[in-house]
């Protein structure tokens, strides 16, 4: 059958609101691209304001402030919707009824309705049919829109639910009867909706049982028209379903402040930051069906209701809490007075702050179910964060423990008696036991909100959720300490406390060069030079003189010869240039500070830094040489391919506490060093090819049928399946406070009609082009949006379709992906083309 879609979006289609704003003297010019922007509710007025502040040197702390004109956008409304399987309960025996969940979320922009079916199709040996719990109708599916505490039946020809706000959720569970002559091991599915391969956001083709939008306000209509998604989810006979909400939750201490005082530690400050991540793969290798996760009973108010997810936090020992939390949107901030021996969701929360927050023992956040009734799998929710004052400490260093918690139940857990938790400290989700691959069978077992003296093998040791002691999640712990007489801290800007993957000697900020369109890989470039903002802070009891000195890498030759690092503050700057094998000389520098001498030549110094927590800005140029290599940059050989760059250009940059002994040497002196790495490129593209048989001949090379960048011999018939591979090959967030990465907004774009491609003519002139789409082929691993374009040049937007003409067939595909490609992330994009 031919697919009719237009564009292929397994999640959701990104629109975004662009203002760009140039400030001339004299006069304001404002460019304006009205673009939709995703989450953005339709109708808003998005304004944009330029604002500065600075100071004029002769009058330090008296900052300047300047405001521009203000331009305005409106957002048209983009309709988007996902439906994912939310698991399997029941026993798959004959005769027995199975539950099959789902969860519809609206991803658009805007307030939207859904159009659901009392339809569902299945295969194998089982019907739609059974009566649901609360049903008196065999067969009748139902719906929930407040996370499945009630739960309504769908009349016989459907129904349009009330608006759901964006990121909202339906939950629909469809009743599916093993039928008679079921054999062990046959396959069960069970579908709701009707797109191709299970599409997501999809323009919609009317089919019955589609799940669609419907407008909820026509006096503004989404620009993407209707949309629609289908999800199938399947179980085997004879085996009992084990569907589970596998909810993670994560911390970390975003900041740690000593409150500008230097011996007290009373009033340290401490922030935590959390986020919820539930799992759309069974990551525990369980056996488990990943579903989305729902709430649980929670005394709210003295109201107790099934509706809420928990995010919880025990107070620390010696801390009390220090401000209001925040929370993200559609999540509120509730708090707790009941002892923390009770469990979290077994306290008693308000969703007003006592009197005296010093009272409070627990911050929770929980859904508000008019806009959050569960989370969907594959979905992480950050934003939460806590902070706390240190207070009472009995000891000269102490050390803060604390772990956080969530707790909910499975999306469409009709007894909702299997409560979910998960302790913070580690990537398991659920507690689970990776020793002896069991969840707990206890609520909440092992928690330990306060332990005064956790075991080393219970703290996240590294501030990043990597412990390992996976049943009870790991402790975060702090050490309060006093500042030295004289020390320092260097790192990125805003956070010279960042620390590296091995200690805060080896925090980064990446960024990237630019890149010209076209260049190839193996091409050498001299990219413009890229500038850091760094920042120290005397972390000493004494006002400090900080020199800063650029540095040869660990690896000498990872910096080419050639490189020129420019460090500057204020109205100065050094400047050195870099060889491998001696290292940086200086070449020159300007500016002056206060008559010093050595501050504007070599090194560069930052006079005066206040004690307890002065901090002062500098800046970093790297001027990477000409005949720079690609970061991106591998060597094809064969079928293999081998990295020869796949790596940054890192400069780091020793900061030290200068003194009349030896100045300007770091010598022997109270130092910390910060890396400013560049990279020329860091979304790496390799692509590749290999052969199907098709509806033509055997292959003659078997070596055809692989992926590789080897030429292939393709016959009449048989089908190319290219393959794109996209990778960003920066640097990982490892610590914490560095500065890395993300590949936002990539664009792919294949073209078969322009050189050197030309997958799409008619190169041998017999009036039909050489290759042709196969239909549905185009996919990428991830969410993404596939477009497709006809005619030469191909800037037609058509359809997933197939012929033999430019007009009638597919000519250029466009897959552009949904949200950040993270660091070490890699994805393919492929499609197929018969050879004519």
């Known amino acids: 059958m031919v697919n009719r879609k237009k564009s292929v979006s397994k999640k959701r289609k990104p629109y975004q609101a662009l203002v760009a704003t140039a400030l001339l003297t004299g006069s304001f010019f404002q460019f304006v691209a009205p673009v ?55 026993t798959a025996n004959v005769g027995q009824t199975l539950i099959y969940s789902y969860t519809v979320t609206n991803v658009g922009n805007e307030l939207t309705k859904f159009q659901i079916p009392n339809l569902a199709t299945t295969t194998g040996p089982a019907t739609v049919s059974g009566t649901l719990p609360g ?6 599916l139902q719906y929930s829109t407040n996370g499945g505490a009630t739960w309504t039946d769908i009349p016989a020809g459907g129904l349009t639910t009330g608006a759901i706000p964006v990121n909202g959720t339906v939950l629909v569970r469809v009743p599916v009867t093993v039928q008679a002559g079921a054999q062990t091991g046959d396959i069960i599915t069970a579908r709701l909706g009707q797109t191709p391969g299970d599409a997501q956001n999809q323009l919609r083709i009317a089919d019955g049982g589609d799940v669609f939008t419907v407008d909820s306000d026509p006096a503004q209509a989404p620009v993407n028209g209707v949309r629609e998604a289908s999800a199938t989810q399947q179980i085997a006979v004879g085996s009992t379903a084990n569907s589970r909400a596998l909810a993670t939750i994560l911390k970390t201490r975003t900041a740690y402040s000593n409150a500008g005082t230097s011996s007290d530690l009373s009033d340290d400050l401490l922030t935590y930051g959390l986020s919820l991540r539930v799992e759309s793969n069974d990551v525990t290798n369980s056996g488990i069906t990943p579903a989305a996760l729902a709430g649980t009973n929670i005394n709210v108010d003295g109201v107790t209701t099934p509706l809420h997810i928990l995010v919880s936090d025990a107070i620390p020992a010696n801390t009390v809490l220090n401000s209001t939390p925040i929370a993200p949107s559609g999540w509120k901030v509730v708090y707790s007075i009941t002892p923390t021996t009770t469990n979290a969701d077994a306290a008693v929360w308000t969703t007003a702050a006592p009197g005296t927050l010093s009272t409070v023992t627990r911050i929770g956040f929980i859904n508000d179910p008019n806009v959050v009734t569960s989370v969907s799998t594959g979905t992480t929710v950050s934003g939460f964060s806590i902070q706390v004052k240190a207070t009472g400490a009995t000891t000269a260093s102490p050390t803060i423990y604390n772990i956080a918690q969530v707790a909910g139940t499975t999306a469409g857990d009709t007894t909702a008696t299997n409560k979910i938790y998960d302790n913070s400290g580690d990537q398991n989700p659920d507690n689970y036991n990776s020793v002896n691959q069991t969840f707990p069978t206890t609520p909440d077992s092992g928690f330990v909100p306060n332990s005064p003296a956790p075991a080393a093998n219970q703290i996240d040791a590294q501030n990043n959720n990597t412990g390992a002691n996976s049943p009870t999640g790991d402790i975060n712990a702090t050490t309060l300490t006093a500042p030295a007489a004289s020390s ?43 500038s850091f903002t760094n920042t120290v802070e005397n972390t000493g009891i004494a006002v400090a003189n900080i020199s800063l000195l650029p540095t040869a890498p660990a690896a000498a030759t990872d910096l080419p010869n050639g490189t020129v690092v420019t460090i500057s503050y204020q109205s100065l700057s050094a400047a050195y240039t870099y060889n491998n094998a001696t290292g940086f000389t200086f070449l020159s520098a300007t500016g002056s500070a206060g008559g010093s001498p050595i501050s504007a030549t070599n090194p560069l110094r930052i006079d005066a830094v206040p004690a307890n927590g002065g901090k002062a800005n500098y800046g970093v140029s790297v001027d990477l040489p000409a005949n720079t290599p690609l970061s991106t940059d591998t060597t094809a050989q064969g079928a293999t391919v081998t990295t020869i760059i796949e790596r940054g250009f890192p400069t780091p940059v020793i900061a030290f506490i200068d003194s009349t002994t030896n100045p300007g040497s770091p010598t022997g002196k109270p130092q910390n060093t910060s890396i400013d790495r560049v990279y020329t490129g860091f979304l790496q593209l390799l692509k590749q090819s290999r052969v199907l048989q098709g509806t033509g001949p055997a292959l003659a090379n078997s070596a055809d049928g692989t992926f590789s960048v080897t030429p292939k011999k393709p016959a009449p018939g048989n089908i190319i399946e290219y393959q794109i591979t996209y990778k960003n090959i920066s640097t990982s967030q490892v610590g914490t406070g560095n500065v890395i990465l993300n590949a936002n907004k990539i664009v792919i774009t294949e073209d078969g009609t322009q050189t050197p491609n030309n997958w799409a003519l008619d190169n041998d002139n017999n009036t039909q082009i050489d290759t042709s789409n196969i239909v549905g082929s185009a996919k990428d691993s991830g969410a993404s949006t596939i477009q497709f374009f006809t005619g030469n040049p191909a800037t037609n937007s058509g359809v997933d379709q197939t012929g033999t003409t430019l007009n009638s067939d597919v000519t250029k595909y466009v897959n552009t992906t949904t949200g950040q490609i993270a660091p070490g992330v890699l994805r393919t994009f492929t499609f197929q083309r018969k050879v004519n």
């Open 488 to 530: 320092l801290l260097n790192g990125p800007n805003g956070v010279p406390d960042a620390v590296g993957p091995t200690d805060n000697n080896d925090d980064f900020t990446n960024k990237s060069a630019l890149i010209p369109p076209n260049t190839a890989p193996g091409s050498k470039v001299d990219p413009a030079a890229v």
């Open 36 to 90: 939709l922007a995703e989450g953005t509710t339709a109708g808003t007025a998005i304004s944009n304001t330029a604002t500065a502040t600075y100071e004029d040197p002769n009058a330090p702390g008296s900052p300047i402030n300047s405001t521009s004109n203000t331009v305005t956008v409106t957002v048209a409304e983009v309709a988007g919707i996902t439906v994912t399987g939310s698991g399997v309960t029941g």
């Open 135 to 140: 049903s008196t109708t065999s067969g009748n």
